[in-house]
Each structure stands twice: as C-alpha cells, then as structure tokens.
C-alpha cells in the first residue's frame, strides 16, 4: 500500500540520550584501550614536539639579543628541527589511531545496528518506514565515517595542543597565561551560544533528511499506484515539502554556525592583543624577557589553526554525535524478555485463538479462532482485504497480533523464540533474490544443506530444467547486479528453501499469485511440493489450488465466515460456492450469484 501520509508524521526509530550515547560511546572505547591509549600517549606527544620548537624559539631570540655565539644557537636550532619532525610523525601517528579506534567502533555499532534492524518486530518497521530504518544505517553511518576519519583525529590533537600550549604560557609567565586564557571564557560563552541552539537543528536535520528519504522511497515503490490513481503531484508535492524542510534547516544551521565563527574570532583577537599589552608591560617591569614574550604571542597564535579545526569541525563532530545518538538509540532497542525457557513443539498442528489485529487503529481481523491439525493442509480464501495475509502473517509469527495467540504443538510462539524458523517457515509473495549464486541463495535458511539436497529440492519444485540452462547452473550470480530471475523463478527457489529446512508447518502467502497460467500450474506443482507432508495454511487466490486443499476456511471482514471441504462448501452454496461459481464459470451452481466477480478470490 503506499504511503500518503507525510514521512515526518511517522513514529520514527528511538534516538538515544546525550548520556546513552557517551556510556555506550565509552564501552566501546574500553573494547580497544591499547589503541585508544596509543592514540592518546601520541597526541600528547605530538603536542609536546609542537610547543617545544616555538618555546625554544623565543629562547633563540634572547640568545641573539644578548648577542651569544654562533655555536650557542646550533643546539637550539637542532632542537627546533628534531622536534618539528618529532611533531609531524607523533601528530600524524595519534590521527592513525584515533581513525583506526574511531572506523572499529564505527564497525560495531554498524554491525550492531543492521542485526537490531533485522530483528525489529515487522510493527516497529513499518511504523518507523524504511526510509528512517534505511538512513540510520546509510546516511548516519556515512555521517560518523566521515567525521571519524576527517574530522576527529585533528580535533582530538588540537585539543592536546591547547592544553599543553596554554600549561607552557602559564610556565612562561602566569599573567601571560591569563591573557591567554581570556580566549577560553570567550569560547565557552560561543559554544553555550551555539550549542544550544545547533544541536536541536542538527538533531532536526538529521530527522529532515531521514523523512525526505522515506517520501521518495515510498514513491518510487508505490509508483505503479501512484501512476494508476493519477496521484503524481500529491507525491511530488510531498517529497518537495520534506526537501524543502531540509533544505530550510540546512541553511538555518549554516546561518547558526556563521554567527558562532565570527564570536571564535573575536575571542582569538582579544586574547592576543591582552597577550601582547602584558607583554609590552611585562617586558618593560623586567619580569620576563622580550623572547618570552614572543615565544608566548606565537604559542597562542599557532594555536589560531587547531582552534578553527576544533570550532569548523565542531558542526561536522557535533552531526557526528546526532547520527551516533540515533544509532545507539536503534541499538538499545530492548528485546522483548526472552521466554524462561525455549520450548519444542511436541506435535505440528497450529492453534490460533482469538485473533485480533488492526493497522493504525483500525481493527482488520476481528477475533479468530482456527486449528490446523498436525498434517492438515488449509486453504485461505476470501475477497481482497478480507485480512488474509495479515492472518497468514500472524500463523508465521512474523506479526504479533493486538490480543490473542499462535500456538504451535501446544507451544505459544513467542516460547519458540529462535527456533521459530526451524518449526515454522513463511514464504511470501515479495520474494526477495540475494545477491551472490543461486546455491548460495538457496542455502540461506539451511547453510549446511549440501549439493545433493541442493539438487533434489530444486528437483522438486521442477526448477532443474531452467537452473541448468543458466550459464553457470547453481553457481550463477543471481540478485541484484547479477542474473535476474523471473518473480515465478524465484518464488520456486523460495519454495525450494522450504523443502531444504524442512520445517514441519508451512505457510503459503499469495507464493502462486503472479504467474501466467502456464506458470501458474509450475508453481502449483512446486507449492504442493513444497506442503506436502507437511502441516500448512495456503493464502489460495487461485480456487483450483483451494479445491486440493483438505479443508478451506474462508475469511470475510476479518473474520472466518465458512470452513470445510471444497464439496461440502459447494454444497451449502454460501459465500464459497459463489467464488468457486464465478472462478470456474459453473452456470450449473447459479447464474444468480456473481457478486464474487472481480474479487480477489476469483482472479
Ligand atoms: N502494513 C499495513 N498497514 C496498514 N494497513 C494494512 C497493512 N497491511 C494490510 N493492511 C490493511 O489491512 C486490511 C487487510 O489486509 P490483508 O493484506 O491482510 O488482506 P488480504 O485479504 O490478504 O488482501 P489481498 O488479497 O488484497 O492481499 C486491508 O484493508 C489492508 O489495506
């Protein structure tokens, strides 16, 4: 179905707090403290062989003005030039280890993230939409690359270059210091300007740009619909609203951001004019020399550069943190509390009691009550909407239902947790084609299954024919950029995947509903394959596949209106037999009765 309603109305993923975002920030650190202190032990070092060179400059200086030696200056000179190369290995080390904690880090938590996705319940997903599932791990993640690897390894040793910059001014001279740290106040009241009102806009951005990208994906995935109601400017109008919401915030935290820099420079041009009156009066009382003073007007002035890197990449840091916060906020996404102990089904048969559920508050499924027996095959049918799949869905337990449950073999689902998929398999009608070879993509539920098996579940689905015309036979690279198969090819080979786990229940969503008539038969043929033996509940658009089934149960607004053999419904010619009248065009049950016609069940 496709969406109208404007992404940003969506209840999106949880973000985490500032504090969930340090605490989990930290024990990740703690994963890799010897590179975290390697990072650490050389930025302070490179910091180190930074000032060293400008300190021992102002001592050149007194050493020209009192007119030492030529040989006098050569130590200093060596010293100066040791330690500038000191400073460009140390500095250029911390930034490696920094960006190699920084990527390792950042390859958990995307790792973390992408398994939290997968097992986020189908409600949360939905309710969420793709697009801010898909920008979290995207776009979030691309954002903390960049920063990890651009912008905070020169931030981390800008930060050591200030301190031990301002510790050398303060050792020079404490009223130099002070004149010094004038700056720090001055920035500290920038950032109290600017924080608070960056991270908000950052923070709303980010939530921009997730939106707008849940508008153009659910336009272009409802394009058909969108082409067929003739709705394109609604959809247009939608994506250029949520563009147009991110593109305002862009320029709104740009406009922020130019305001803080112009308060950094102030602060950088005060500081130095204080530095160099304390230093005209500190050099006339005698109290310090006129090198002193200049080694610290240039400390101070060399720190000019790390202290725009720190304030310039503060936006690039501080989106850093918005993306990271809604990463770890995916990340602690709390399971639901694992079952007291994992259970095994003693028996196959499927209990559905009291089944209700609805989308956004509106009840599609209104209280059922069905039992599958172990070994029972059932046919689902019913007009379009009638609730089918979301019947279907729930039986799998891929939906929890609002109230009510599945049990399997006597066992609740939940109480199988995961070992669900060993029990109980779903294939719906979106069958999905992995990229990598077709054995491969078959061997997804049952990696240990092996060539032989390989070749017999696709024996019985009747799809050796064609997966030996393929040029590389099960190892043609099928998926996106490789082969493409047809939507009934694949739903053989999820059909296939069935009979390679081998669970005792199974559920068919729709799995025959795409095919011409020719392929209809195929992959009717491999649908019964793939339940015979096997307990199982058929989503049946097409009657003649309900018609094999030992039992039909048809669904009517949510609830189950009739159930029974294909004969014995015929026979009461009640709803059933009016779908099965206009399916098969049997004038002999009643010409009277089309009122099936178009509906979903006699396609
Ligand atoms: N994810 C969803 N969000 C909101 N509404 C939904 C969702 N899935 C289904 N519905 C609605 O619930 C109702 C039942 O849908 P369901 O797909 O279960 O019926 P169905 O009988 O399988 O229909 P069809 O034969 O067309 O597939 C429909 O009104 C449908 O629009």
């Given at each position: 179905m496709t969406d109208l309603n404007p992404a940003t109305e969506r209840q999106l993923l949880p973000v985490a707090t500032a504090r969930e975002s340090w605490a989990w920030l930290g024990r990740a650190v703690r994963t890799r403290s010897a590179v975290a202190a390697a990072g650490v032990v050389t930025a302070a070092l490179g910091a180190a062989a930074t000032v060293l060179p400008v300190y021992m400059f102002g001592v050149l200086i007194d050493r020209v003005r009192e007119s030492a030696p030529i040989s006098a200056l050569g130590g200093i000179v060596v010293i100066i030039a040791v330690s500038a190369i000191a400073a460009g290995v140390f500095t250029g080390l911390a930034g490696y280890f920094v960006a190699v904690l920084g990527s390792t880090v950042l390859a958990r938590l995307r790792e973390a993230a992408v398994v939290r996705t997968l097992r986020l319940p189908m409600r949360t997903v939905e309710q969420a939409g793709k697009g801010d599932v898909l920008a979290r791990v995207g776009d979030d993640v691309a954002v903390i690359d960049k920063a990890v690897s651009e912008a905070v390894p020169p931030v981390i040793s800008a930060l050591f270059l200030v301190a031990v910059s301002l510790t050398t001014m303060v050792g020079i001279d404490w009223r130099l210091g002070l004149a010094g740290a004038i700056a720090v106040p001055m920035y500290t009241l920038a950032l109290r300007w600017y924080l608070p009102r960056s991270a908000p806009r950052y923070a709303a951005q980010r939530v921009a740009m997730g939106a707008r990208s849940q508008a153009l994906i659910s336009s272009i995935q409802g394009q058909r619909t969108v082409r067929a109601y003739g709705t394109e400017a609604v959809h247009r109008g939608l994506v250029d609203q949520a563009s147009d919401r991110a593109r305002l915030l862009g320029i709104d935290v740009f406009g922020i951001f130019a305001r803080f820099a112009s308060r950094g420079n102030r602060a950088e041009y005060v500081s130095l004019a204080c530095i160099l009156a304390a230093g005209f009066v500190l050099v006339d009382n005698g109290s310090v020399s006129v090198g002193q003073v200049t080694a610290a007007a240039l400390l101070f002035h060399q720190l000019f550069n790390p202290i725009a890197a720190i304030l310039f990449t503060f936006d690039e840091v501080q989106s850093a943190g918005a993306s990271l916060a809604r990463l770890v906020g995916v990340v602690s996404i709390r399971d639901a509390p694992p079952p007291a102990e994992v259970r095994t089904p003693t028996a196959a048969g499927l209990r559905m009691n009291g089944i209700r559920h609805g989308y956004d508050g509106h009840e599609v499924l209104h209280g059922i009550d069905l039992t599958i027996a172990p070994g029972e095959r059932i046919a689902l049918v019913g007009p379009t909407g009638s609730g089918k799949s979301t019947l279907a869905s729930i039986a799998a337990g891929s939906i929890t239902p609002d109230s009510g449950e599945v049990l399997l073999g006597g066992v609740p689902?939940?109480?199988?947790?995961?070992?669900?998929r060993d029990h109980l398999v779903i294939v719906t009608q979106e069958v999905h084609t992995f990229a990598g070879t077709l054995r491969d993509d078959l061997r997804?539920?049952?990696?240990?299954?092996d060539d032989r098996a390989v070749e017999l579940a696709l024996a019985s689905v009747g799809a050796t024919g064609w997966v030996r015309a393929?040029?590389?036979?099960?190892?043609t690279v099928v998926g996106e950029g490789g082969h493409r198969l047809t939507a009934a090819q694949a739903q053989q080979l999820a059909l296939a995947r069935v009979l390679l786990v081998d669970p005792a229940v199974v559920v068919l969503d729709?799995?025959?509903?795409?095919?011409?008539s020719a392929g209809a038969r195929d992959l009717e043929s491999a649908a019964a394959a793939a339940v015979a033996a096997r307990t199982s509940l058929v989503v049946a658009h097409r009657l003649t596949q309900a018609a094999t089934a030992d039992r039909i149960v048809v669904l009517e607004h949510g609830l189950v209106c009739e159930s029974g053999t294909h004969e014995e419904l015929v026979a009461a010619g009640g709803r059933y037999a009016r779908l099965w009248a206009t399916w098969s065009g049997?004038?002999?049950?009643?010409?009277?009765?089309?009122?099936?016609?178009?509906?979903n069940g006699a396609e």
């Open positions: 689902l939940a109480e199988l947790a995961g070992t669900i997804l539920a049952a990696p240990h299954a393929l040029p590389a036979g099960v190892d729709e799995a025959t509903a795409e095919a011409g049997d004038s002999a049950v009643g010409d009277s009765i089309r009122e099936g016609e178009g509906e």
